[in-house]
């Protein structure tokens, strides 16, 4: 038998999220199909890559070293199918400002592919808050930006669009509500909550808040993802974070599960953005033709 790219993506997909229900919504297909593929993987393989447990699928140690493999596979599939095509030739300065959360958990790869798509262009990155980032595009000392553009409000900016990362509700294992037919925010409210301050996440968590008659019982603000993720797997309280920043596990190895919420809770988006009325330079025109590229976005 042979390996099919499916296979991997339903591995990948089920390692990520620990659960083949949660895979088979993320992937818009049955549980069946998902359970199929990994037992045909595993016998393909000849190892076990996952542990059944009550609450989820936990990776073997071969699972583990599978995954990194799976990756790698991926990886080179897409840049395959996404041939880039804008010139290689492409050479120059390009200075990118980029928020705490873009730089940390969607950025590398993608400044990895680039460099290795424009070997001539020098790419200068920067991490900066949304303010300075503002200014910084307004008078000229980067060239472009990649933040969460669903904080811009800035008329003389351009924003685009790239990403729109769901935001769910994070839970220790075995927390009640992994059992509740439905979770919304009225039910979040009775939990103690961690709430995540760096790049303005608690003025956003806030915003949709607001909009009902339920407020969170904050009992710890922190600027660490990190420690979220600690005090979550740990059981000292719940957190409503987007998809991108999500990881089954903890530091510790503890599991960290994550729950669809019954409530309109917005995407965390992910994009572009830079002065409006110049013209793109050579380098800004290949940056922005490679996430258009990468996610499937229409020209403009």
Do not use: C
């Not at 038998?1 to 089920?14: D, E, P």
């Amino acid at each position: 038998m042979t390996i099919s790219l499916r296979q991997i993506r339903y591995f990948v997909a089920t390692a990520e999220l620990g659960q083949i229900s949660q895979a088979a919504v993320d992937l818009s297909i049955s549980q069946s199909a998902v359970t199929t593929a990994i037992k045909e993987l595993e016998r393909t393989v000849g190892v076990g890559l996952f542990l059944r447990t009550p609450h989820g699928m936990d990776l073997t140690p071969a699972g583990r070293q599978f995954l990194s493999h799976a990756y790698e596979i991926l990886k080179k599939v897409d840049e395959a199918v996404h041939l880039n095509a804008v010139s290689s030739e492409i050479e120059g300065t390009l200075t990118v400002a980029a928020t705490y959360t873009v730089i940390g958990y969607f950025l590398p790869l993608h400044i990895e592919r680039l460099r290795r798509l424009f070997p001539k262009l020098d790419i200068q990155l920067f991490e900066l808050n949304r303010e300075s980032i503002e200014e910084g595009l307004l008078s000229n000392r980067y060239d472009m930006s990649v933040l969460l553009t669903s904080n811009i409000l800035n008329p003389a900016l351009v924003t685009e669009k790239v990403l729109s990362s769901t935001r769910r509700l994070w839970l220790p294992a075995q927390h009640p509500l992994l059992q509740a037919e439905t979770v919304g925010l009225k039910e979040i409210a009775e939990e103690p909550y961690i709430m995540l301050t760096v790049d303005e996440a608690a003025h956003s968590a806030l915003k949709y808040w607001s909009t009902t008659p339920y407020q969170p019982r904050v009992i710890l603000r922190t600027s660490s993802v990190e420690a979220v993720r600690s005090l979550v797997a740990n059981g000292q309280g719940v957190a409503i974070l987007s998809d991108m920043v999500h990881r089954p596990w903890s530091l510790e190895g503890r599991r960290i599960e994550t729950v669809n919420i019954s409530d309109a809770v917005p995407a965390m988006d992910v994009g572009l953005a830079w002065r409006r009325n110049i013209e793109l330079s050579p380098p800004m025109l290949a940056f922005r033709s490679y996430f258009q590229q990468a996610f499937h976005l229409p020209e403009r």
